[in-house]
């Protein structure tokens, strides 16, 4: 591989990273659940020790959560080309959030949270995707940690 | 169009972005003015629904403003290529200031502001511009949203 | 050179950007310091006017540390190219830390810190490398500025 083919991989994850952050911002859900593998695991950085599974499981994520305000501002995004069809990264997710929707009037946030995703990116024949998504939380200011509810089984993609 | 070219386009608006937070923050008003095409639109983030209209107007906003410390965090930048001489993108910024202008010591800002540009670029003679560039504020963490004097017609770029 | 070489260039130099922030905050310290030329300048974000020369030095900064867990937010990464083995570039750091190291649960930061980073970057027989990288701290929210203590002219790597 050359270095324009792995910049050109490179670019083509990167993008992935900034649309899950505009898709789940603006409300595009069922954009943000194209972002993913048939087949994917994703860990959200509140509780990333209970992934889902599946790209309806995750979609359902989206489209099933409160309409809260989020930012998720994305960077130090670092991206490792694997092959030709694989790559592995991290980016930092810094995120702030209000539960009223409406982008139209500046809103308090409730504190600014600072974490990671590890991901896994693999080329489709629909182009590249996100395999494995695993988020974190590392440090916040201001705010504190809410306790998200446990997903069921169900909601979590896991068939017995 | 192939990826190579769509990838040097990508790269060229992004840059604009970034000029124009380095360039604000280290206050190089002229290379800011110059970013922007002859006949642009710009709204500020906090007054997105007044645009100022044409070069001199943009750059006179930064010319003529109290010389204030800015730090503009500029990530999430999304580029849409619509055709080899036009493109689309969104950025969140991130801005924090103080009315101190002196950048030699640290000091304490009033709050952060997260928002987003959504930038409409062309190419020019001399290369790519913003021909229209919509701020917005959607969130922020500590100080309060500022009022902004109302600018004239005339400050505005709108001739009778 | 060609657009495609100044790309490729800029993207090298964006990724020591990236790793830098990575490797410290992941305590990755031998591969950080593999990220400066053995005769390289480099002064820590909180005392400018003070730098360490060269690679042992500079490595033994992180080395010695108390392990304190980091976030280094990385974004506004402005690289220009000089030539075929030097560039120069700016970029912007936002920095959130907790004294506890274990970055498995979520914890309070000290205040969010926004300054930058001012780079040379050369390329070497084993790639591009950091030459000279001086920060900076322009804006804090939150917390205070610490005051550092001073390094002795061995640990800045000063030889008489």
Not at 39 to 50: G, I, K, S, V
Not at 136 to 144: D, E, P, Y
């Amino acid at each position: 591989m050359d270095d324009i083919q792995r910049l050109l991989i490179e670019r083509a994850c990167e993008r992935l990273v900034l649309q899950f952050a505009q898709y789940n911002d603006y409300k595009e859900n069922d954009a943000l659940a194209a972002l993913f593998t048939d087949d994917c695991e994703f860990a959200r950085p509140l509780d990333p020790t209970h992934p889902y599974y599946g790209r309806t499981a995750v979609g359902n994520i989206f489209r099933n959560r409160k309409p809260i305000m989020t930012q998720h501002v994305m960077t130090n995004i670092l991206i490792e080309v694997v092959s030709e069809d694989e790559a592995r990264g991290r980016s930092y997710v810094t995120m702030i959030s209000n539960p009223d929707p409406d982008r139209s009037t500046p809103k308090e946030g409730g504190g600014i949270f600072f974490g990671a995703f590890d991901d896994v990116f693999v080329r489709t024949a629909e182009g590249w995707k996100f395999k494995k998504r695993i988020g974190s939380v590392a440090l916040h200011q201001g705010g504190h940690i809410p306790q998200m509810p446990p997903a069921t089984d169900e909601e979590r993609g896991i068939t017995k």
